[in-house]
């Protein structure tokens, strides 16, 4: 079996974060820096980033550490799912990205759909709360819960997406059918979360999906 060193990297920076958080002897607060730059090395080696860039980031983390939340927006029509075009690496995902503080899940969905779309929709369901590293995902340097949230259309929502507006993220949006999806930027969603999705529109009773 290989090793995950990503999850290694990032076990030694959750003790070290914690350990600059709570440690006061300015001698551990060294061992934990040197731990900090042992897991950037890491990071680097995996080659996830350079060990600059990795090390910078690491060392912006503060606190205990806790998971990301990425909130992710399922808005159907006619059998059809709405994706979005990352401009990042020109692939397909659905609207979403980090939850933003002071908004809820839902909130953070709205808006996403709003902002990469073009168009409005209301929150009904949380279809699933999954652990990104479980759903085949590419290695990832932070440990993330993704929540997905089923939008309708509000007000019918027209013949076709409404495009995105004018923003950093995003450069298309449209409505595909589950056999016929665009190449998927699967840092963000995979054809699996998108499959089980469409169970949930072929199957409103199923309950949350959530990881055990």
């Not at 290989?2 to 070290?16: C, E, H, K, S, Y």
């Not at 205990?64 to 006619?78: C, I, L, M, Q, S």
């Amino acid at each position: 079996m290989g090793v995950d060193w990503i999850a290694v990297a990032r076990r030694l920076q959750t003790i070290a974060q914690a350990g600059l958080t709570y440690a006061g002897d300015p001698h551990d607060q060294e061992r934990y820096v040197a731990l900090r730059e042992v897991a950037a090395g890491i990071v680097a080696a995996a080659g996830a980033t350079g060990i600059a860039q990795a090390g910078e980031v690491l060392a912006l983390e503060r606190g205990y550490a806790t998971p990301k939340v990425d909130v992710r927006a399922a808005v159907f029509r006619g059998g059809q799912i709405l994706l979005v075009r990352e401009r990042a690496d020109g692939l397909w995902s659905l609207p979403g990205g980090w939850a933003d503080l002071g908004e809820t899940p839902a909130e953070g969905a709205v808006r996403e759909v709003a902002e990469e779309a073009g168009l409005a929709v209301r929150p009904v369901k949380v279809l699933a709360v999954w652990d990104r590293d479980r759903h085949g995902h590419p290695p990832l340097l932070w440990h993330v819960y993704k929540i997905f949230i089923r939008c309708e259309l509000a007000g019918g929502g027209g013949d076709a997406a409404g495009g995105p507006a004018e923003n950093l993220e995003t450069d298309g949006a449209g409505f595909f059918a589950r056999d016929a999806l665009p190449p998927l930027s699967t840092d963000r969603v995979t054809a699996a979360e998108i499959a089980r999705l469409f169970a949930h529109l072929d199957r409103p009773d199923l309950p949350t999906d959530f990881d055990v």
